[in-house]
């Protein structure tokens, strides 16, 4: 028996008889005897004081530089549905809207604060409007959307899979509900040049949509939503489709319009001509136009910049707290007499 | 008889060859009726026959009569054909999938599988379930059929086995599944014995073969059998042509009963029936050793056998952290519940209120009659991650690496045997660690079952007192050469009053086999005193006293019984043809209140040996019941240790043996250790009490201060052996208590971790939640039904125990909060996506996350170690810890969902603003949601980690570059949502930011608390830490401070009264955080004025007796 043997185990693993020369089987060896060299970090106080530090140090900075960065971006947020209602309406936005015999043009204009340095971008942004709702964002059919009407088990895009017993290009309610508001710019009594070509993702013209697939059969008949799709244009190229198509993870979102590739100068007054089409009134949501700036970290969003000034002030102040205790209450790492359930035992044994 | 051929003509029964025991029953009704004379004689009959074959089918029920050698007995029993298969090639598939969905975590999972398959409520992919399910499944249906496979081949190979079987009178060889109950096989030396025999002949005179049952019990000592009495003296050529019956139960397991009788048929003997015991058997599995040959009757064959019928399934013990375990998923379960209903009301009301107005989301006015299901449901599958379904996968993982890693531990590899340790069940090693209460065997447990001879006491004169040694006492050897009557008649009990069998070698040196110990140490003492046990030869023993050849015939053996303690032999002493009755026995049983107790103070075994002369009419009358208890088939142990009462009284007393049995080596020293550890320790003994004192003495088991805790319990009964749960040391008196102690123990919910080496602790060994056996001096005794076969007590609990218990600890709750972490992301998403049930990841994602990304870099939990070895070995105090249950617990537990509440928080807070308005694209956002918790969980694993092995390095690490590069993989496949997205993130900065940002916030929080309590608030197991990777030197923990560290745990007991055990709570007081020295919860008041029976018992101890309460 060899009990002694064992009391000095973790020691001695290492020195056992060697019938294993090579050194892959040596560490095979010291891992049977769960014996491989290992570190082990310690939470000593200077490493974790050190830590929070540094933290703190390197985020105030990088913090700043977000904000500096989101800062510089300029951008003009335009709140447009409220303001493009005749006053007959105000009481009745959705009667306004649904009535296909009013029109929906309405002009408002923005006057710029500073410099706007192409390229411009023109978003539009909805507000509570769900396209993460699983009704929502189940609907469609990617296939369909690649390979066409060759393509036939569309039941994932009810309920607008098919209208007059035809199936519909693109089907499913995203395809179906296509944002349809439409802008144009005047500066100086002069039209704006808006692009509206690659305001999509490449991958998606590329891979994602067909460019022998054309509209068919789509907002026919009784199944009317939004925009309607110019039935000689491929997918591929139908970029506002393909904008919408990329459903938005959360009820707030904007989306690209088009892209102004020149600069527009402080001061300048920006016309804007919009068809107020798309119906947001019936669930109480926004609609917005924006004008943005971007630069290497998006477009504007303080976000990133102040939670990282916030968290590096934290971290300094963890570390400054720390580093306050532990000065206070040095505790001697070496003193067994500190192993406070000792000095406890020792009080309550009688 | 007449009765008896007037019931075959009336009922069907055969009763061509009457059965001795209902002829008996017949006699019985004969007799009634006869008694009663008023009653009319034709009632009687009828009255008697109806019960008589109520009788009969009873009996014919329970019994089987063997035709010996008759190829035209037809009999219905099976072939001996072995099948050890659970499965066939059939059956194979419906067999195993009930079997796995018979437990509840799989008829969960495919339960969530199932309603996938549904496509209006499946957030996801029902691969994303169908996978890892099917893949799990398929890995334990491969092991099961592995498994089965080598035992549907180790079957074949022992069935197609050549035997030699006695056909029409000439040994014919045949295959072993051949063999046909009533077949004579013959065997020959070192043949595995195939099915259960009863013996018929042996190549030795004496009628006597050996078999090494090492299969079947464990036990390697070679055991004795002998023929039956009918068939002594019958030579080999008879053997062939012999004809008669047996009658012997149905199969059962039992391997110490067979109850059964023989007769043979003319011309070999008269009508007498001779009864069978175990011993004239030879049992399936064993091997025929030291014997020329041995032929055999076959009574039970296949599966039929005594080993066949034991293979029972065995229960499958549940370790405590497996039991905590399932009550966590369970109220995961419950709270998964609790979110389904709370998430699919407001689902349901918001699709009413806010749903209907979206007009591009089309709900119809009119839904199915279901249409209120659906969202519950909805939310039901995407919360269905919350259970992990690679937790078990995982914990089966570990658990199978921690029983290698103690096999392959070369510091408890006996260095003798070069026998590695060997964990028989690899499921259990953190219940080592877990482990309160240690129930050991003595004998051969504690002590190294060497016996020796060192002291006797004979008619009131000590010998062997000044050396130690009675073998070299002058004044003993004085009085043996002195011929002394009682020191002869001493001698003569030491040599005859056994059952050990001497062989003598061609040497002419004497050997001898013994089934016990302490007999082999007595005639090999007395052999050495002169007195040589030289032949046994059928009932004839010969004795060489000083060159005088002394015979004796025996008589009876009354074999050692556990109620009686003590075993005697009856001889006709064949110089003068005087019947005695030898007897020896613990002292107590012979003589109540003998004088031994120095021995026993020296923590000698004693054995007291008695004598009597016994007069012919007393010994014939009695030898008549003897036979009659022998031969019946029901009840007779009890009626045996009656008749032996009958006989075993006012014996002449000779004197006292003491025979030493030393400790093993490093004993003390473990027990101390484990005793520091917080285990209570339990010895089983039948020694006498002060023997066992001073044996618990010597090992540390109490200390010689009056402190220790000390109970002499003569556990007759139950009642008593349950009254004394607060004892820490007992001397139990029945062994057949021990399993009983042990589901006592169980029942009030403390670990329980039983050791021993020998046959009688096989069934404690069972009970336990872990049983370790012992490979001692006589073999690899216990190894068969425990779990553990080990030295290294204290190694295996501190070290594997302790280690297994933390890695499953932090495995299986990291296991849930890296679930819970996605679930929890999944509900705040759907809080903004109108409560509608969709799921922010996509299905590969989900998959995989489950499945690779997150399980692989914390099942390298394997190798963590908190503490080295050495620490923990000098501070067996911390164990407190495991076996308080403070890392794995509702308390702890908590905490990690808080963790995860947390982070999950983090991550969906962080990602939805930083990619907020035109960035708010769903696949980038799910990706930069899925990474921030990829990013997090490894910093998890990576913070609670405690050292750091290559291993861990690449698993980790390279886990984390596995997530980008499988992610980068899949972005490249078109057809996918996920194409490009994981390259468009890579280029933004405000990626890796927010990456940044979101590991900052989640760890930084954690890091903090975690230095904290670990620097101010530090558990022992920190300061440890602290001290151990700061270089200074491990304290180990001061003497004074060990006793109030034992404290809580017999405080805890003190104050624990049976009735309110079962309500104690098995789920242990959370964490406990700071002090170790808090007390489990107590229950009830003091548990002592409830028993006054128990108390009195202790006067007998009084200087040992408790005051460890107030220590």
Same mark, same amino acid.
């Given at each position: 028996m060899e009990m002694e043997g064992a009391s000095s185990s973790g020691s001695g693993g290492a020195a056992q008889p060697t019938l294993l020369p090579s050194r892959r089987s040596k560490v095979f060896y010291r891992f049977t005897q769960q014996n491989l060299p290992a570190c082990k970090p310690a939470l000593t106080p200077t490493l974790v004081i050190t830590i929070f530090l540094l933290a703190g140090i390197t985020f105030v900075p990088v913090g700043i530089i977000c904000l500096r960065a989101s800062e510089s971006v300029e951008e003009h947020v335009l709140r447009y549905d409220t303001e493009c209602i005749p006053e007959d309406y105000r009481s009745n936005r959705v009667a306004y809207i649904k009535d296909d015999s009013i029109s929906k043009k309405c002009t408002l204009n923005i006057k710029l604060r500073n410099q706007m340095k192409a390229p411009i971008y023109v978003y539009y942004e909805l507000d509570n409007y769900y396209q993460n709702h699983r009704r929502y964002v189940k609907s469609r059919s990617d296939k369909q959307l690649l390979y066409g009407l060759q393509y036939k088990d569309i039941s994932s895009c009810k309920p607008v899979e098919s209208s007059n017993r035809l199936p519909v290009v693109p089907c499913g309610l995203i395809a179906w509900s296509l944002f349809n508001d439409t802008f144009t710019f005047d500066v100086k009594a002069r039209k704006l040049n808006v692009n509206r070509k690659n305001i999509s993702w490449k991958s998606d013209r590329d891979h994602k949509f067909g460019n022998d697939v054309y509209p068919f059969n789509f907002q026919n008949d009784t199944l009317i939503g939004g925009g309607k799709l110019n039935q000689s244009i491929p997918l591929s190229e139908q970029e506002d489709l393909i904008v919408w198509m990329r459903v938005a993870a959360l009820p707030n979102f904007r989306k690209l319009y088009g892209v102004i590739e020149e600069d527009l100068d402080a001061d300048e007054l920006l016309t804007i001509h919009l068809s107020n089409n798309y119906n947001t009134y019936s669930f109480g949501g926004k609609k917005k136009l924006v004008l943005t700036t971007s630069n290497w970290l998006g477009g504007k969003n303080n976000f990133l910049g102040l939670s990282y000034i916030a968290t590096g002030c934290c971290s300094i102040l963890v570390a400054i707290i720390f580093a306050l205790i532990h000065v206070k209450f040095p505790r001697p790492h070496r003193d067994a007499s500190y192993l406070h359930w000792n000095r406890k035992s020792s009080a309550t044994s009688r | 008889m007449l009765f008896t051929f007037y019931l075959d003509s009336s009922s069907s029964l055969h009763f061509d060859s009457p059965a001795p025991q209902l002829v008996g029953d017949l006699h019985y009704i004969l007799l009634k009726s006869c008694i009663n004379p008023v009653a009319k004689q034709k009632e009687l009959l009828v009255g008697a026959l109806e019960f008589l074959v109520e009788c009969c089918k009873d009996q014919l029920a329970m019994k089987r009569f063997i035709y010996i050698n008759d190829d035209s007995f037809q009999d219905s029993f099976c072939d001996n054909r072995i099948s050890n298969r659970k499965y066939t090639i059939l059956n194979f598939l419906p067999k195993n999938l009930l079997e796995q969905f018979s437990r509840f975590m799989n008829q969960y999972f495919l =339960?969530?599988?199932c309603l996938q398959l549904w496509p209006l409520i499946t957030p996801v992919n029902p691969a994303s379930t169908w996978g890892p399910l099917i893949f799990i499944f398929a890995v334990s249906a491969t092991k099961e059929a592995w498994d089965d496979y080598n035992r549907y081949l180790s079957d074949k190979k022992a069935n197609e086995r050549k035997v030699w079987v006695v056909k029409e009178g000439t040994r014919i060889q045949i295959e072993a599944q051949d063999i046909h109950v009533g077949n004579i096989v013959w065997l020959r030396e070192n043949d595995e014995i195939p099915c259960d025999l009863v013996l018929t002949g042996t190549s030795d005179p004496q009628g006597i073969c050996f078999v090494e049952t090492s299969a079947l019990d464990g036990e390697t000592d070679l055991k004795t059998r002998v023929i039956p009495s009918a068939c002594i003296g019958l030579a080999s050529e008879q053997l062939l042509k012999i004809k008669g019956v047996i009658e012997c139960p149905n199969p059962d397991n039992d391997i110490r009963r067979f109850d059964s009788n023989m007769r043979l048929f003319p011309p070999f003997l008269d009508n007498d029936i001779c009864p069978l015991t175990i011993n004239n058997t030879l049992l399936q599995s064993c091997y025929l050793r030291n014997t020329e040959w041995a032929c055999g009757v076959a009574v039970y064959t296949g599966n039929e056998t005594k080993l066949g019928m034991s293979r029972g399934i065995a229960e499958p013990k549940l370790t405590a952290v497996d039991a905590m375990i399932d009550k966590l998923t369970g109220a995961i379960f419950l709270f998964q519940l609790v979110v389904v209903v709370v998430l699919g009301f407001a689902g349901n009301i918001w699709k009413d209120t806010e749903a209907r107005k979206q007009w591009y989301v089309m709900?119809?006015?009119?839904? +199915?009659?279901?249409?209120?299901?659906?969202?519950?449901?909805?939310?039901?599958?995407l919360c269905s991650i919350m259970i992990p379904i690679s937790i078990k996968v995982s914990l089966d993982l570990v658990k199978s690496v921690y029983a290698k890693f103690i096999e392959w531990d070369e510091e408890m590899l006996d260095q003798d045997t070069n026998t590695p340790a060997h964990a028989a069940n690899t499921a259990i090693s953190e219940d080592l660690g877990q482990v309160e209460y240690i129930l050991t065997d003595k004998t051969g447990t504690l002590t190294e079952n060497r016996m020796v001879f060192r002291r006797c006491c004979i008619s009131g004169i000590s010998y062997g007192n000044e050396n130690g040694d009675a073998l070299k006492d002058a004044a003993f050897l004085h009085a043996i050469s002195n011929n002394v009557p009682d020191v002869i008649r001493f001698l003569t009990v030491m040599t005859i009053c056994n059952t050990? !069998?001497?062989?003598?070698?061609?040497?002419?040196?004497? !050997?001898?086999?013994?089934?016990? $110990?302490?007999?082999?140490?007595?005639?090999?003492?007395?052999? $050495?005193?002169?007195?040589?046990?030289?032949?046994?030869? @059928?009932?004839?023993?010969?004795?060489? *006293?000083?060159?005088?050849?002394?015979?004796?015939?025996?008589?009876?053996?009354?074999e050692f019984t556990s109620d009686r303690k003590r075993m005697s032999v009856v001889v006709k002493d064949c110089q003068n043809e005087k019947i005695i009755l030898l007897s020896k026995g613990a002292d107590e049983a012979i003589l109540p209140h003998a004088s031994a107790e120095q021995y026993a103070l020296l923590g000698l075994r004693t054995l007291c040996f008695g004598w009597r002369e016994l007069d012919e009419c007393e010994y014939v009358e009695w030898a008549r019941m003897f036979k009659e208890a022998n031969s019946t088939l029901t009840d007779r142990e009890w009626k045996l240790a009656e008749v032996c009462q009958k006989l075993e009284h006012h014996l002449e007393i000779l004197g006292v043996a003491a025979i030493e049995d030393r400790l093993?080596?490093?004993? +003390?020293? !473990?027990?101390? !250790? =484990?005793?520091?550890?917080?285990?209570? *320790? %339990?010895?089983?003994?039948?020694?006498?009490?002060?023997?066992?004192? $001073?044996?618990?003495?010597?090992?540390? *088991?109490?200390?010689?201060? +009056?402190? @220790?805790?000390? =109970?002499?319990?003569?556990?007759?009964?139950?009642?008593?052996?349950?009254?004394?749960?607060?004892?820490?040391?007992? &001397?139990?008196?029945?062994?057949?208590?021990?399993?009983?102690?042990?589901?006592?123990l169980k029942s009030c919910d403390f670990r329980t971790l039983a050791i021993g080496d020998g046959g009688n602790d096989v069934r404690m060994i069972q009970q336990a939640d872990i049983g370790v056996g012992i490979s001692g001096r006589e073999g690899l005794q216990a190894a068969r039904a425990a779990d553990y076969k080990f030295r290294f007590l204290k190694r295996l609990i501190l070290v594997h125990g302790r280690y297994s218990y933390n890695r499953t600890a932090f495995l299986s709750q990291y296991s849930f909060y890296k679930s819970l972490l996605l679930c929890f992301i999944q509900i705040l998403f759907s809080l903004f996506s109108?409560?509608? @049930?969709?799921?922010? *990841?996509?299905?590969?994602?989900l998959m995989a996350y489950n499945v690779f990304y997150t399980s692989i870099p914390v099942l390298t939990c394997f190798l963590d170690k908190d503490l080295s070895e050495k620490t923990v070995m000098q501070n067996p105090q911390i164990l407190v810890y495991c076996q308080a249950g403070r890392l794995l617990n509702p308390s702890t537990f908590a905490g990690w969902f808080g963790r995860s509440a947390y982070h999950a928080l983090v991550v969906f807070l962080v990602t939805m603003h930083a990619y907020s308005g035109e960035k708010s694209e769903m696949e980038e956002v799910s990706m930069v949601a899925l990474s921030g918790c990829i990013w997090l969980q490894v910093l998890v694993v990576t =913070?609670?980690?405690?050292?750091?092995?290559?291993?861990?390095?690449?698993?980790? %690490?390279?886990?984390?570059?596995?997530?980008?590069?499988?992610?980068?993989?899949?972005?490249?496949?078109?057809?996918?949502?996920?194409?490009?997205i994981m390259f468009r993130l890579f280029r933004q900065p405000s990626y890796w930011i927010t990456m940044i940002l979101i590991f900052a916030v989640g760890m930084g929080p954690v890091l903090a608390i975690k230095y904290f309590r670990y620097t101010y608030k530090p558990n022992i197991i920190n300061i440890l830490?602290?001290?151990?990777?700061?270089?200074?030197?491990?304290?180990?923990?001061?003497?004074g401070n060990l006793e109030s560290q034992i404290k809580p745990v017999d405080s805890d007991l003190s104050s624990l009264s049976i009735s309110q055990a079962k309500s104690r709570n098995p789920v242990h007081e959370p964490l406990l955080?700071?002090? +170790? &020295?808090?007390?489990?919860?107590?229950?009830?008041?003091?548990?002592?004025?409830?028993?006054?029976?128990?108390?009195?018992?202790?006067?007998?101890?009084?200087?040992?007796?408790?005051?460890?309460?107030?220590?």
């Open positions: - | =339960l969530i599988a709900y119809p006015s009119e839904g +199915p009659w279901y249409e209120l299901l659906i969202i519950p449901l909805r939310f039901e599958l050990v !069998t001497p062989i003598k070698s061609t040497g002419g040196a004497m !050997t001898y086999k013994a089934l016990s $110990q302490d007999e082999y140490a007595l005639v090999n003492a007395a052999s $050495q005193l002169h007195m040589v046990l030289t032949s046994k030869s @059928g009932n004839i023993l010969k004795v060489n *006293f000083r060159g005088a050849d002394l015979q004796y015939e025996i008589l009876d053996i009354l093993q080596d490093g004993v +003390p020293e !473990t027990i101390e !250790t =484990l005793r520091k550890s917080g285990i209570n *320790f %339990w010895m089983l003994t039948g020694d006498k009490q002060n023997t066992a004192i $001073q044996i618990a003495l010597s090992c540390n *088991f109490i200390s010689s201060e +009056p402190r @220790g805790q000390l =109970l002499f319990l003569n556990g007759r009964t139950q009642d008593e052996v349950f009254r004394s749960l607060e004892m820490v040391l007992r &001397t139990m008196k029945i062994t057949s208590s021990e399993p009983k102690l042990v589901e006592l109108g409560v509608s @049930g969709s799921s922010l *990841f996509n299905s590969v994602s =913070l609670e980690m405690n050292s750091f092995t290559i291993l861990q390095h690449v698993a980790i %690490w390279g886990n984390f570059l596995a997530f980008y590069l499988i992610n980068s993989l899949v972005s490249t496949i078109p057809r996918l949502g996920m194409y490009t830490q602290q001290n151990e990777r700061s270089g200074g030197p491990i304290y180990a923990m001061v003497k955080s700071d002090s +170790p &020295t808090a007390t489990r919860r107590s229950v009830g008041p003091s548990a002592f004025d409830y028993f006054p029976a128990t108390q009195s018992r202790f006067s007998s101890s009084s200087s040992y007796s408790r005051n460890l309460k107030n220590n």
